[in-house]
């Protein structure tokens, strides 16, 4: 299984993000976030998701996996902790790119739903659940793919 780097992955979700019928791929719920896998190659898989306001994923990585997403549609923001807690607003069009071990937390903190589409690569196979404790990332446990998601 090929892995691509993280700048070309982000190349990679740009890419498809411009496909018309990707929003029409997915039933979006007004109340919960909502996903779907859209395509899996040998080297990456695609996520589209849907996010309904006050939509969080709550602090996790990736596992082994890096990832890239960008936002279709709305807004998101995107919690990131190293040593400080950081925050960047994402809009249409804006995307990011991270290696494997990268926790964060992305929120819809919008009163409007938004959809992004997720690169990752390789394949999703587990991500580690976090807990903020204002000073660190305190991990809680591993999900893993077919058993949680």
Known sequence: M??????????????HAADPDLPHLLERDPHE??????????????????????????WHDHGSSSGAFTVLEGRLTEHTFDGGLQL???????????????????????????????????????MTRFRFRGDRLEALGVERAGEEW
């Open 2 to 15: 090929t892995q691509l780097a993280v700048l070309p992955l982000l190349e990679v979700v740009r890419g």
């Open 33 to 58: 976030r909502t996903w779907t896998r859209v395509l899996a190659t040998g080297a990456y898989e695609l996520w589209l998701i849907s996010w309904p306001p006050g939509a969080a994923t709550d």
């Open 88 to 126: 960047v607003d994402l809009s249409v069009g804006d995307g990011k790119a991270f290696g494997a071990g990268y926790a964060h937390d992305v929120r819809n903190e919008t009163d409007r739903p938004a959809l992004s589409l997720h690169a990752y690569s390789p394949r999703l196979s587990s």
